[in-house]
């Protein structure tokens, strides 16, 4: 459902001191990071994320250009206290022009923290240049170390790619390089420690993510999720692993409960976002590639700032409507609630 806002009045579009806004809702939380979906497009066919064929496309037409995105993040970070913005898709690398937008956000004032989420397929060749246009952090998903469970997963032959493509954001000083990973029942679940190893040798930081309810298809099944307790159990056979009191108080609102592998001062985390929620601390809001404000992954509801955008409206009038979609986010996402539903979108419709 998509909510359809006001069109503007005649306001000043200039920000002062009054006109500083937080994205705000109901339950305390602030919203500070922007998680800003690039393109709904991907090179890679997920088992749990969409079907063989791929799925309908948005029309270019449909998708924000670089001035919309631009614009959007720029009253984002001058009124509405907008500090962090991630980059995702879909698959990012896919928005032609990337290291151009990447400057242009980084030239804002004020200059958010910019991040991309990736899969890694052509990061090779353009690490370099994401960090010299004022990228600063990046992860990649990688799913498993087995070429052949990685084309089994993702239905393309692409594995050595990603690595490639892991160890050129590290060269380029993307530092910490974040690896996402999903652990899927009877396919890779058994990897767990030999990705570990590999991540402490490769110096990148790794993090198990709980599959959660987004795939195109609507399979999902959490009996068939293997859990962060299951994760960490089957980690803690090769590896001890202890809470870090020092990253317990700093985590703040960051999903990763993180521990450090003793014997080393490296850690691994583990995102619990079914069995263990952290809704009550989520600092985050995310915009569509066509314009849409998402105050949820897995909210059913959507604001429409791309109606604003191009009908006329000023910073202001925007701005207030970002405002208000957040201030309507819900307490959590429900997955355990017998009335939940997945959103009618796929994830890579929504943007990670």
Not at 39 to 50: A, E, F, H, K, V
Not at 174 to 179: A, S
Not at 191 to 218: K, N, S
């Amino acid at each position: 459902m998509t909510v359809l806002l006001g069109l503007p009045g005649l306001r000043s579009s200039r920000p002062g001191a009054d006109q500083q806004r937080r994205l705000a809702d109901a339950y305390g939380r602030v919203a500070a990071d922007l998680r800003l979906s690039l393109t709904d497009r991907c090179n890679l066919r997920c088992t749990y994320c969409m079907p063989a064929e791929g799925l309908d496309w948005m029309d270019r037409s449909e998708l924000l250009d670089d001035d919309e995105i631009v614009r959007l993040v720029r009253i984002g970070t001058e009124r509405l206290g907008i500090t962090t913005v991630r980059l995702t898709g879909g698959e990012p690398l896919l928005r032609r022009g990337l290291e151009g937008l990447v400057a242009r956000l980084a030239a804002l004032e004020p200059s958010p923290v910019l991040a991309l989420t990736t899969n890694g397929i052509g990061l090779a060749g353009r690490a370099e240049a994401l960090r010299a246009a004022g990228l600063n952090r990046i992860n990649v998903s990688l799913d498993t170390l087995n070429p052949d469970t990685f084309a089994e997963l993702t239905r393309r032959r692409r594995h050595a790619d990603v690595l490639a493509g892991i160890r050129a954001a590290r060269a380029a000083g993307l530092d910490p390089v974040k690896i996402n990973a999903v652990l899927m029942r009877g396919v890779n679940d058994h990897e767990a420690p030999d990705m570990l190893r590999w991540a402490l040798d490769e110096g990148v930081q790794l993090r198990f993510i709980e599959q959660m309810p987004l795939d195109a298809q609507h399979g999902w099944r959490r009996a068939d999720m293997v859990t962060a307790a299951e994760t960490l159990a089957r980690l803690r056979t090769a590896f001890s692993l202890v809470v870090d009191p020092a990253h317990a108080a700093a985590r703040g609102s960051a999903p990763a409960e993180l521990f450090r592998v003793v014997g080393t001062d490296r850690t691994v985390g583990v995102i619990a976002s079914v069995t263990q929620p952290f809704c009550g601390s989520c600092d985050r809001v995310r915009l569509t590639a066509d314009g849409q404000i998402r105050t949820c992954l897995f909210a059913r509801e959507e604001s429409d700032l791309r109606l604003l955008l191009r009908g006329g409206a000023d910073d202001a009038t925007i701005a207030d409507a970002w405002v208000t979609a957040v201030a309507g986010k819900q307490p959590g996402h429900g997955i355990d609630d017998p009335s939940f539903l997945q959103p009618d979108r796929p994830m890579s419709a929504i943007g990670g």
